[in-house]
């Protein structure tokens, strides 16, 4: 029975990874009707475009205008996990309200009147000055961004350069709900005649009848970056019709992701900007010593609150959670998969071609006891307009003298990505980390603490990830494993270490299914996410295996509920690498390190999460600890059977409950974490970098 399930699902492991292997090129066939590039309708309605636009900004009959602008500038961090898929952390916000100018035919000031920031990690972050405010013109006929630091003079599609720079295809007819009303716009998309020109990706939303431009979504090419740091930069620019005649500004986004320019590391700093523009009056005089100066004026600094300041009518935390989206996914991420459809082979991203990389800081360093001191190194070399990686990596084991590493190759297709690999490697054979890797090597070599247990793999693989939507990916592997057991080669600087259990279970033949919920990002009132691992294997037995992972957070009030839940089954056959291990830090605090486990096992925690003032320790000019403290009292309860003689967790015997108290520090980033084991009285006590941080480290 386990030899046919396991044969049926390597069948469909391997047609899907067939099918999506192949989805990108076949997505343009997929299409109904196909695009057409540069056909005479497309032509002719962008040139339609371009000579509303060139009039407009001659004369539009608009002599001025003024305006009301309110946003909000975020600060974010990705960290930690393969291909930063995981939702954004919120380092620094600020909330500005501008009073914008215009007058015919192109001068615009702009003046930061109210401007208040919270910050929610230490930073010193500082912004161009164009990042504190709208864009007006739609850019104009050239494209600059970051005052001409980041991006200079790329050609805007919609001018008379445009026509020569660009392909356009026509997309659909659609309709797109704004301030005044419904209205119906036709689709064109766009692309560089030549990548290698500073120039954009995206699409125009053009109205159907007069041509002009209601909606902009576009990205830019490698060369368009000035910046060896940008990863990319996505913008979002949305007109509205005032006035019935006029076509000015009415929302704008605008994403800019960098990552460091010299290592491929899993760590993204990105700047998120979402403005909305109302109260406009048309045709005012506006006097000249309001237009004289820089661009943007005003205020230069945020301010601080002060007792009786009617400018802001709610607390900044109630603002950001009113506008939860920006910070979120949904709307740049629908952006980027859209412009990689267009770009095709191409890629996009800016960064360096070739880069160390490190998976973590503990790929480069770290101690365990069958390892010892390890050393490591890796590369990223892009190939084929950058949509071909290969990845080399390499380490070695002062105390067990072995190397391990491996090769891969990464390879974008559209919005999917197919891999290739050999490795070997050592690892902790369970699912979930228990402890930062770095904190691991400290207690290790200084204590004798240990907190993983570990088998050496040998294995090689295909696979492709595939996003499904833009929160929801599917992952498909097939893959030759080979598990050996490892002893102990280190000595720590105190204490001993203990066994290491007996994991080795020979070469199996393996198909892999993973379907994946992203968390949405910080801010959302209430959050879903979660993923499904589904597995078989042959080899000296046959096996099947299913794991699953939720998490769920929601708004109480000034408070907040989380809960997680894990749990895992696996048939008779089940090798002892590919079990399940629970109890103490992490899982059940309170009962003893990894007690329990086997082929089977369920776990639960649930807090209730609440801010408490403390004082604030200054760290520099730039940062302190804080003014507040995550307090977190919760409950958890953990089950397993099925274990494995001669290894060292056994059976609950029946449900293992506890309960604690967790408060994080320091902005966040120190978890402590102390429980009781309600069945037996024991108690925990572990203090750590955040889990969300854990990735890096």
Known sequence: MIRRIR???????????????????????????????????????????????????????????????????????????????????????????????????????????????????????????????IVTGNFGDLIRIGEGDEVRDAVHPLSWAGLAAYDFALGDSVAIRGPRGVVRVREVRVRPRSYARPLV?????????????????????????????????????????????????????????????????????????????????????IPPAVLAGPAIGGLQQA??????????DRPLSDAIADVAAPLNREEMESLRLEVERIAGAHALAGLPASQLSAGSLSDLVHVNRVQGLTLGAGATLALAQRRLRVRPSLAFGTSDERVTGG??????????????????????????????????SFTSQEGGDDHGDYVLLDDAGIGVDHPTSVRTRVGLELAIERSRSVDV???????????????????????????????????????????LLIEGGDGPTDYVRAAADVRWRTALGGTSL?????????S??????????????????????????????????LEW?????????????????????ILAPFVAAGWADRSYAGLPWAPTGGIRPVAGLAAELFLGLIRVEAGVGLRDGGFGLSVDVNPDWWGVL
């Open 609 to 629: 999460r609440f801010d408490v003032p403390a004082p604030a320790i200054p760290l520099g000019s730039f940062a302190s600890t804080g003014h507040r403290v």
């Open 489 to 531: 080669a280190a000595s720590p600087a105190n204490g001993t270490y203990r066994p290491n259990p007996p994991l080795g279970a020979g070469s199996y033949r393996i198909a892999r299914l993973r379907l994946e919920r992203l968390g949405g990002g910080v801010a959302l009132q209430h959050d879903l996410g979660g993923s």
């Open 303 to 312: 301010e601080r609150a002060v007792p009786g300041d009617s400018t802001w």
């Open 201 to 285: 990706v995206g699409t125009l939303y053009l109205d159907a009848e007069s041509a002009e431009l209601v909606r902009f979504r576009f990205s830019f090419t490698p060369a368009a970056y000035l910046d060896k740091q940008l990863e990319s930069i996505d913008v979002v620019l949305e007109n509205s019709l005032q006035e019935g005649r006029f076509w000015l500004p009415y929302r704008q986004e605008i994403e800019i992701r960098r990552r460091a320019a010299w290592l491929d590391f899993p760590l993204r700093w990105t700047i998120r900007g979402r403005w909305e523009i109302d109260d406009y009056d048309l045709d005012v005089a």
């Open 407 to 440: 090769l891969s190759l990464e390879a974008g297709l559209g919005a999917t990505t197919l891999h290739v690999y050999g490795r070997r490697r050592i690892r902790d054979f369970s699912d979930v980390p228990v402890i930062s890797r770095a904190v691991n």
């Open 7 to 133: 044969q049926v699902l390597a069948i469909h492991v391997g047609l899907a990874l067939a099918a999506i292997a192949c989805s990108a090129g076949a997505a343009a066939a997929q299409q109904t009707p196909p695009p057409r590039w540069n056909g005479p309708d497309a032509l002719a309605l962008v040139g339609r475009a371009v000579a509303r636009r060139e009039a407009a900004q001659a004369d539009s009959g608009l002599r001025s205008y003024h305006a009301r602008a309110h946003g909000f500038v975020f600060f974010l961090a990705q960290i930690g996990n393969e291909g930063l898929s995981g939702p954004p952390r919120l380092v620094k916000a600020d909330e500005l309200k501008n009073e914008v100018y215009w007058q015919a035919p192109d001068r615009s000031k702009q003046v930061i009147t109210a401007w208040r920031d919270g910050r929610y990690l230490p930073t010193d972050v500082n912004y161009h000055r164009d990042h504190l405010g």
């Open 572 to 605: 008779d056959g089940l090798p002892a690498y590919r079990s399940f291990v629970l109890g103490g830090r992490s899982t059940l605090p309170g009962e003893p390190f990894r007690a329990y486990g086997g082929r089977r096992y369920a776990l639960a925690h």
């Open 562 to 570: 989380l809960a997680w839940a894990r749990g895992g089954i696996g």
